[in-house]
């Protein structure tokens, strides 16, 4: 069976693809851009690549195209495919009934940290001896692959966004999952969603597709989840939480959150060291250990995992660190993660400064939706560079008022790096934040620091 796939550099996306090709199936996929790692990941598989969307592709004709969700009406591919009566699919559909279909999963849901809670779950099974497959929208750096196969169990990164152009469920539906983490809710792909209430009726269809003998394990400080499982839920429910009385809670022993203690019940079920920081992280590593411990992972065993979690490959990751100054790649795309990571940053490396670039490239974002919370987000900063451009509808001067001074607004990359590398000095922590590639400045500022003679 052949399966072409149309958008298929995405993460999400050329993960089916990988898991089609694994699974037996000839693949081809095509995108506006084909670009590494993803398409040096596909092409090592024996995935030949289009790039664009010339309707050619389409011959041989395939047996079923998979179309991605960033694609619409219009477009030249997707128009052969409806006018020659292609058999079509979503993404999310043939994964949740052609793979997840008959496998324990495990899905991760939730406005912010999906990614580092699936890479984390995935890497506790593995520890616990589990061998679990996984779809995750990043790449683990413990695996080093955003996707694999692997025996009955599987972890899924549970995304809210919507299905395809034919089906504006969000992708959660689809996949039936055994366990499910609810980390938190939050207003987000303003794109697509009218308001918060829109999101928690998708939150509520997702809990409604978990059977009784499941577990939902959700942020019991979450007001917004709250209500969704007031709508209903007809699964086992075990809430958690930083520091409050819910079944499972986590404790920062460090104050920057280097050292946490577990608890299920009120009763401690061990501690750990890790190399992360942060309330969000000691949040995720909590919800983490308990979907692990409900999937048979002894507590232990998934705790002590903990300290060998490397993280996830642009979720404040360290680029080089060179002349005593530290640069990190980081994905941002709303401001209370901006302001989770600063903070956790801010606690992990005391009076030292921090400097940021933060280029606002989600749609939110962009619509300006989230601009008054974005200035409050940045203040454990000690200097932020704003990159903008003309798709943004609000002014970027005022969302930065809060920084009284400390930020300057810069629309070419080139400046962007210019006026880092004039303010940087040995002792600095300096984080890019993009959802996108941010003109490689992470990898550019990096190499500019490497080569200099005069620190």
Not at 13 to 35: H, N, S
Request: negative net charge.
């Amino acid at each position: 069976m052949h399966i072409h796939i149309l958008g298929a550099c995405g993460t999400f996306m050329g993960g089916v693809a990988l898991l089609a090709r694994r699974a037996g199936f000839t693949v081809t996929g095509a995108d506006q851009r084909t670009y590494p790692p993803m398409s040096t990941q596909l092409e090592a598989e024996g995935i030949r690549l289009f790039e664009g969307y010339d309707p050619a592709q389409l011959d041989p004709e395939p047996d079923l195209v998979i179309i991605g969700n960033a694609l619409s009406r219009g477009n030249p591919a997707v128009e052969a495919v409806l006018n020659r009566g292609i058999p079509f699919t979503s993404g999310p559909r043939w994964l949740g009934e052609n793979y997840l279909w008959g496998k324990r999963t495990i899905a991760v849901a939730g406005t912010h940290g999906k990614t580092t809670t699936s890479s984390m779950v995935a890497w506790l099974l593995e520890c616990g001896g589990l061998k679990p497959g996984f779809l995750i929208g990043g790449i683990p750096l413990n695996f080093n692959v955003s996707a694999r196969g692997g025996t009955d169990l599987y972890v899924v990164e549970a995304d809210e966004y919507d299905t395809a152009f034919f089906d504006k469920r969000s992708k959660f539906v689809h996949y039936r999952p055994g366990i499910a983490i609810l980390n938190n809710l939050e207003y987000d792909h303003a794109d697509i969603f009218p308001n918060i209430a829109a999101i928690q009726t998708q939150f509520h269809h997702l809990v409604r597709t978990i059977p009784g003998n499941g577990t939902i394990i959700s942020n019991g400080s979450d007001s917004e989840l709250e209500e969704v499982l007031e709508l209903g839920c007809w699964s086992r429910l075990q809430r958690f939480s930083l520091d409050r009385d819910t079944d499972w809670q986590v404790r920062m022993l460090k104050p920057d959150g280097s050292m946490l203690e577990f608890l299920f019940g009120g009763e401690s079920l061990g501690q750990v060291s890790w190399n992360h920081s942060g309330r969000h992280n000691a949040q995720n590593a909590c919800s983490a250990v308990a979907a692990a411990v409900a999937a048979g992972v002894d507590a232990g065993t998934a705790i002590e995992a903990l300290a060998s979690f490397k993280g996830v490959k642009r979720r404040l990751e360290l680029v080089t660190q060179a002349h005593d100054i530290h640069v990190y790649d980081d994905f941002a795309h709303h401001p209370t993660a901006i302001r989770l990571t600063l903070e956790g940053l801010r606690r992990k490396v005391g009076n030292a400064r921090i400097l940021v670039a933060l280029e606002p490239r989600s749609n939110t974002m962009r619509s300006g939706v989230h601009a008054n919370e974005l200035g409050p987000a940045l203040l454990p900063s000690d200097h932020v560079w704003l990159k903008t451009g003309d798709d943004i509808d609000w002014d970027p001067q005022v969302a930065l008022a809060p920084m009284e001074g400390r930020g300057r607004v810069v629309t070419r990359s080139d400046d962007l790096l210019s006026q880092m590398l004039d303010k940087v000095r040995p002792g600095d922590y300096v984080v890019f934040m993009s959802n996108a590639g941010f003109d490689a400045c992470p990898a550019r500022f990096a190499a500019a620091i490497e080569a200099r003679e005069d620190f």
